[in-house]
């Protein structure tokens, strides 16, 4: 299965400013997906990144709020922007897995102060 | 896509056999059911998927039955870093990559 690189891997950021995460996969995929973690919660898809398109985000995410970049077919960012405590979260890529199902990448931890 | 359900939480000892059960009851047709394993601080790693009968792979074994409205993931003598939430998803057989992740079950390995 692809190999996923996510970068930061945690941060503290204060309110208000914006962060990009980074996903980088070592081989090209046509889709790269984002979720998102809240804290004891489960995962919540907030985009697919689409290779020379914008994004498709799901109900209750706006690009505004989450933009996404897919410059190539092996590198995604999301950026969280003008952050708040409520975006503390674990931000996660995955891409469609070799073997079945899909390989996410280690996440994000971010902590809005 | 079909809503699962599944024991919020599950204890058991190292060398047994756990059995963890989903509920699927609006599965459609072209659905299929996928299991992942979640560490703390580590992202979903996918474990393994079925449609019908039963699927075996190294790590478990997925059972589902005739109708399809249920699944049941055996893990073989778990030991203590079986220890993690796992999660019971149907996916659409399109595979658009759009996973709906219920609240999972907790499975607790002891000594």
């Known amino acids: 299965s692809a190999v996923i690189s996510q970068k930061p891997s945690r941060d503290i950021c204060q309110r208000g400013t914006s962060l990009t995460i980074q996903c980088q996969v070592d081989s090209q995929v046509t889709m790269m997906f984002w979720y998102r973690q809240q804290p004891g919660q489960s995962l919540t898809l907030i985009a697919t990144?689409?290779?020379?398109?914008?994004?498709?985000?799901e109900s209750g995410f706006v690009i505004d709020k989450f933009p996404i970049s897919r410059p190539n077919l092996t590198f995604s960012t999301l950026t969280v922007s003008n952050m708040s405590p409520e975006d503390s979260s674990i931000y996660l890529c995955?891409?469609?897995?070799?073997?079945?199902?899909?390989?996410f990448g280690s996440g994000t931890r971010l902590t809005v102060v | 896509l079909a809503k699962t359900t599944q024991p919020i939480s599950m204890d058991s000892y190292e060398g047994q056999e756990v059995n963890i059960t989903c509920s699927h009851n609006n599965i459609a047709t072209n659905d299929y059911i996928t299991w992942y394993q979640q560490f703390p601080s580590q992202g979903p790693r996918f474990i393994i998927q079925?449609?019908?009968t039963k699927v075996t792979n190294e790590v478990a074994s997925l059972f589902i039955p005739a109708d399809r409205k249920s699944s049941t993931l055996s893990l073989p003598r778990v030991s203590l870093s079986d220890t993690a939430v796992y999660y019971c998803?149907?996916?659409?057989?399109?595979?658009?990559?759009?996973?709906?992740f219920g609240q999972g079950t907790t499975l607790q390995v002891k000594p």
């Open positions: 079925g449609y019908k």
């Open positions: 998803l149907v996916v659409n057989g399109s595979n658009t990559g759009k996973l709906i």
């Open positions: 995955s891409v469609p897995g070799t073997g079945g199902g899909y390989t």
């Open positions: 990144a689409n290779q020379g398109s914008e994004a498709t985000y």
